[in-house]
């Protein structure tokens, strides 16, 4: 059978190893593998947050409330904005997938950075659009702008702090720049990492409220996947004038979230404590990766997430590293795909940092 | 800001009214609210899934396995085919989107029944499709062989049994028809419900596994949504041969299912004997419909699932039945945006169907 020819340019998404294929793949007991790969909460979520789904084990068989009011409602307090401004996707992806659905097509172009989410990309192969990509390997403002002039994108995208490299744009200058972009160019900040760059620099710190209000083109992501504590939960968000919001309303399909992610990220808004101790503790172990890098003359590239980047030495290979370490049950991720000598760390529990310093001590 | 044209077309879905919703429209208090509308499983899961459930919600950080090994693995022992035959979309929904997106397009055409599911329209529209529409209130497959003859659609979809009318066609039928399809039309067969029909009548049953081995350009859909009592979670499954699995899978997101909404389909599968006491205790309740229609001189669409349309008298209106159901506090769905003078009914237990038939037989 013949498909449509958009699915020809189409790659699979290539995500961090779980745990359960390790075991199959190597035969090592998950009692001993650790996964610094994905870039989940280490600490997992709020204690509150367990309690409150365990309570609704038996509404399983419900479908949940299609109209999100409960957690639509925990968004806007924490933001400060109204409900009708937020759109609830299957992890922040799916408000990219329709935002890219919504937005751009065939003999339309998007622009990103050269290194960068995947999904972007993939996206725009979903819907037959051109990629346009900066040269730069951090988010170089000026060079998105040149860009933006030669080649009128219906959608940029801006993911600061950025995946995976784990460095971010200055809040200012992220402003100055929407300030230069025509009101018909979607611009969609990925904020996935916020609230790593707004508790270590707020000089970093791009707030969606201040966004949305004098920018009526920004759709801004965030996510309960990381700092929250819930990436098996499958919740994220959108932020975004009225008018966006119902755009990409019509592509929601209805049940995007199920009933169970739903409670988990309404009762995860309300234990910020966690996360800002969990976020502490991240930077202090941090630290250690940076003095880790030092200690062997790796450049860690300055992150402002729960990630690491470590660019190796001309001679060690990344793709030999992650392996190596894969055979002992250690999990990173690979960036040669994406054109880097280097090796993405997700800052791990101080036990689990241990061993990575241990087994990477001997291969970098 | 202007969107793509193909949004002005999409209506968004409506979905049965949640129980959270006519607590805060009409005030009434959760435990005096009977949800008939979304042919949810009234027995819930099985116990072994909530226990299943429950004993990982502290891995809720966890990205899921995206291979999905265990749950696939289950549905080809289940199906007796194999892993590869298979695609997990959240909900049956998502792997109709799938198709939608990889097979039609501007300038293609669907043909559909002319009352079916809302999603096949819907999702049509998203992608630019042209829908056609028998004129038949039942599968008349007939019918859709001259419209497929004129009209040459990318995807027909067959709804097996049909929601939201609950009738059946007949699996020889179906196969006949099937025989006479080219194969670059694909062919969806819907079978959210053939759990139930499988039980009613075995005349009625379409195995997934015959399908496929027979006919190339079929695409079987299940769901755990319904007879599996895990609406909330979120879990359904294309099966194919494996070029369509492969085509789809270019189009399936990354972590499309909740870790916790994958540990409870694998363990539905676990436990068939629970599903099929609630078929059977569904069939018994089934009855009591049939009775109550026949009683009060109004018509049942014949079900093979867990509703019955009951079609009104003229002079009697669905809406005003279904709102006068809805303000005490008894949720069902009114099918008049189907072109139907009819309200739509799941079976409940025997306590929540003695509670519609005594409210409905004073508004019929």
Redesign the interface.
Known sequence: ????QT?DA?R??E??K????VV?EFGIEPKDII?LA?N??????SPK??EA??AI???????????M??LKDGLAKRFGIDPHEVVIG??S??VI?FAV?????PGKKILINSITFA?YEIYAH?VGAEVIRTASRAHDLDEFYALYLEHKPSIIFLCTPNNPTGDSADAADVKAFLSKID??T?VIVDGAYMEYARYKDSAKALEPKELIEAY??VLYLGTF?KAY??????VGYGIAQR??IT?L???R?????????LE?ASAALEDEAFVQRCIAKNFEEMDRYEAFAEAHGIRAIESYTNFVTLCLKEGTSSTEVADALLRQGMIVRNLAGYGLNAIRVTVGKPEENDRFFALAAELV
């Open positions: 059978m013949t498909f449509n699915l189409i699979v998404y995500a961090g779980p745990i359960e294929l199959r996964k994905s989940e909460n280490p600490f997992g979520c947050v367990q789904v365990s084990v038996s509404k399983m068989a419900l479908y949940p409330d299609d109209s009011y409960k299957a992890g992806d799916q997938e659905h919504a937005k751009t097509g999904m979903h009101r018909e979607l009526d083109n996947s504590g819930l990436g098996g939960m499958r008018d966006i755009a309303y019509k592509l399909p209805p049940f995007n979230i199920t009933t169970l992610s988990a």
